[in-house]
């Protein structure tokens, strides 16, 4: 059984920085390519970032380019998100997701974590 967990969402400050981890499980992380969503109430899910299974390449939403950095550990079976200069706008629970290798598809979903950024 596939298991998604994220954690480290929190009620932050505007310019605060925030590290969400995901752990994964029942799965072979390394195939996997491992991505960010967010999405704030009465808004849609939004892409924040991607990391390729090999961790060759990373790839980020424009709202969050430059502020926001993802990585993995392979040997922790773990995905991270590094946010820096948080602000009020980035808002929102954060999911994290699986897809294979570069399917683009994602196959797993986990449940995600609230994270706040007051003004």
């Known amino acids: 059984q596939v298991q998604l967990v994220e954690s480290g969402g929190a009620l932050v400050q505007a310019g605060d920085s925030l590290r969400l981890s995901c752990a994964a499980s029942g799965l072979t992380f390394s195939r996997y390519s491992m991505g960010w969503f967010r999405q704030a109430p009465g808004k849609e899910r939004e892409f924040v970032a991607r990391?390729?299974?090999?961790?060759?390449?990373?790839y980020y939403g424009d709202s969050v380019k430059g502020r926001f950095t993802i990585s993995r550990d392979n040997s922790e079976n773990t995905v991270y998100l590094q946010m820096n200069s948080l602000k009020p706008e980035d808002t929102a629970v954060y999911y994290c997701?699986?897809?294979?290798?570069?399917?683009?598809?994602?196959?797993?979903w986990g449940q995600g974590t609230q994270v706040t950024v007051s003004s």
């Open positions: 997701a699986a897809h294979l290798l570069d399917k683009l598809i994602y196959d797993y």
């Open positions: 990391i390729r299974w090999n961790a060759g390449s990373t």
